[in-house]
């Protein structure tokens, strides 16, 4: 190692004399850790005895990932600290001649550092992103270690390989300690009954998942069942009920948990990133479903102990919002509203069928409003499932109340629809053009006096009886967006409680060393820099809801719906397909396999 190279000294070693055990080159030396009373030819035979015992799936697992085998790379003479620096020799060198790094050695797979921020996004394709980021962020680092002055002058390509020696240096200590002082046998036969516990509890779990993957598959293919008739070949039936969607979100999770279980388990430093991203993902469902549970038992309880006296209160709403309004309203049009004189005739015709289309749904549900208590009571007791199934039933509620003033939505917008091709028609009609069909173009065409005649009676007749057309349509087109607005707030709900980054917060805030975002250096009173890692930040542990909102958003712009309004086009939620985030990917599934085999 040069004059100017830098050691990486660990600061929770305890050991004060002995042999500096780690990895060292021209640039740099690693400290793993110190073995008291063992010379360098102990550590070649012990090193060979490594590659052939038990260890030696750890030990190789090490080696592979730190990229060279551990040596003896200096000694420490005499009982002393990193304060008193002759007493400490690496390679030929003191380490005073040499710039010291201290770093806390990681104990856990769950502690690691890394010059890229942890990907928590495990629907993604962990291989192809990590090529990527890791390209981009080496030229990024590079480039940062060139203008800024504070950091240490360390190349970006030697510092990963630092900090994966950094991320084995305890192992590395603990597989070296054990085998040369003989207490591995020890060791072995107090970790044997935890291993047994641990692949008991493993082969349990994966006895009960099967007929439950079974049992959640036919669920599953229950909640995805195309709709034939009036419905388009790829609308599901998950697609027309939020909770048949909810059942189906849960359905995934039974599915996908287990899977997960078995990817946390699997232990392997080299793929430390996945299996902290898993591990966070797994635990964080687990917290959202307890959650769920525990919030929808308590508002369940209230709802099926007051479920009379709430029964007889929605019932009323029910027929005064989505029954005796809209009468009201139809009336209050059909009596030429604020002086406008709307066509007598056509005005009567659109009050009398909408009028009866809501007398027709006003008699269903008052023959139904007796039965109202049991229905709250039946949403009570589905609060054991969760609150999230209480907000999909009152979602799907919501769509059955006002299913009549979606009919007459949908009517008033064919013929808004109607006229305004009919006026597309006739203005270019008197400009002397026509639409070509199989040419998909407008070309010129001279019309003779009868066509011409005919168009100007149309267009008259269009011209006098439109606004009565916009008047009713208005209404329901305002009454659409207000049950969509609903809508949309129960969504975010749903989205919410099923997809909220609980378990991530929750170590942000008490351990942000177990999200690494990166690395930093700081300088304490001593002198000598010190390696700490850099949390990831908000945005990354909230990805997901940026998706989600990016996509609610983009559906509900508000230019979106006025062009949706002004051209006679159909209002429809957003799909809820795209505000559910899954859980794990293809890669994922994959590495589930090679543990199994």
């Not at 086009?569 to 085999?597: G, V």
């Amino acid at each position: 190692m040069n004059e100017n190279g830098t050691i990486y000294w660990p600061s929770d070693i305890s050991e004060t004399h002995g042999c500096i055990i780690g990895w060292i080159s021209e640039d740099n030396a690693v400290v793993a850790g110190i073995i008291p009373e063992i010379e360098e030819v102990d550590l070649v035979g012990l090193t060979k005895e490594l590659g052939i015992s038990t260890y030696s799936k750890e030990w190789n697992e090490v080696v592979e990932i730190s990229g060279a085998v551990p040596s003896v790379i200096g000694n420490v003479s005499r009982r002393s600290t990193i304060a008193t620096a002759p007493d400490i020799v690496i390679g030929d060198k003191s380490i005073e001649c040499c710039r010291v790094i201290r770093y806390r050695r990681p104990r856990s797979m769950h502690y690691f550092y890394s010059m890229y921020p942890l990907n928590l996004d495990v629907t993604a394709s962990e291989r192809s992103s990590s090529l990527t980021s890791s390209k981009h962020l080496s030229t990024r680092l590079e480039q940062l270690y060139e203008l800024d002055p504070s950091k240490p002058t360390i190349p970006a390509s030697s510092l990963a390989r630092v900090l994966s020696q950094i991320n084995v240096a305890f192992e590395c200590h603990q597989i070296m300690s054990s085998m040369f002082n003989g207490r591995r046998n020890s060791n072995r036969q107090v970790l044997r009954p935890m291993l047994r516990a641990k692949d008991a509890m493993g082969r349990y779990i994966g006895f009960l998942s099967r007929p439950l993957r079974s049992l959640s598959a036919l669920i599953s293919s229950t909640c995805n069942v195309p709709l034939p008739g009036a419905y388009r070949g790829d609308t599901l039936l998950k697609d027309i009920s939020a909770t048949v969607q909810q059942v189906d979100v849960r359905t995934e999770q039974s599915i996908i948990l287990p899977q997960q279980f078995k990817l946390i388990q699997y232990r392997n430093k080299k793929e430390a990133p996945a299996t902290v991203s898993h591990y966070i993902s797994f635990y964080n469902c687990v917290w959202l479903i307890l959650n769920d549970v525990i919030i929808g038992s308590a508002v369940g309880a209230f709802l099926y102990e007051n479920s009379d006296v709430l029964g007889q209160l929605v019932a009323n709403k029910v027929q005064l919002y989505s029954v005796q309004s809209i009468q009201e309203t139809l009336l209050w049009l059909d009596n030429w509203p604020v002086g406008l004189k709307l066509n007598t005739q056509l005005s009567r015709f659109f009050c009398s069928l909408f009028m009866g289309i809501t007398n027709i749904w006003g008699g269903l549900l008052l023959f139904l409003y007796p039965y109202f208590p049991h229905v709250v009571a039946f949403v009570g007791i589905s609060g054991r499932f969760g609150v999230t199934m209480i907000l999909s039933l009152f979602s799907d509620f919501l769509s059955f109340s006002t299913a009549h003033l979606y009919v007459c939505y949908i009517f008033a917008t064919v013929v808004v629809s109607q006229c305004l091709s009919m006026s597309g028609s006739l203005w270019r009609l008197f400009r002397g053009k026509r639409r070509n069909v199989l040419r998909n173009r407008t070309d010129s065409w001279d019309y003779d006096i009868d066509q011409l005649l005919l168009g100007t009676i149309l267009f008259t007749l269009l011209t006098f009886l439109f606004p009565t057309v916009l008047v009713y349509y208005s209404l329901f087109v305002l009454t659409r967006l207000a049950v969509i607005f609903i809508h949309a707030g129960l969504e975010t709900c749903l989205s919410f409680m099923n997809h909220f980054p609980l378990f991530a917060m929750m170590l942000r805030l008490k351990d942000p060393s177990r999200l690494p975002g990166g690395i930093y250096f700081v300088c304490p009173q001593t002198g000598q820099l010190e390696l700490k890692n850099q949390p990831i930040p908000f945005s990354h542990i909230f990805f997901q809801y940026i998706r989600v909102w990016s996509k609610v958003s983009a559906h509900y712009d508000p230019r979106r719906l006025l062009r949706c309004v002004f051209t006679a086009s159909f209002i429809t939620p957003i799909q809820r397909y795209k505000i559910r985030y899954a859980m794990i990917s293809s890669t994922s599934l994959e590495r589930e396999e090679r543990i199994e085999s």
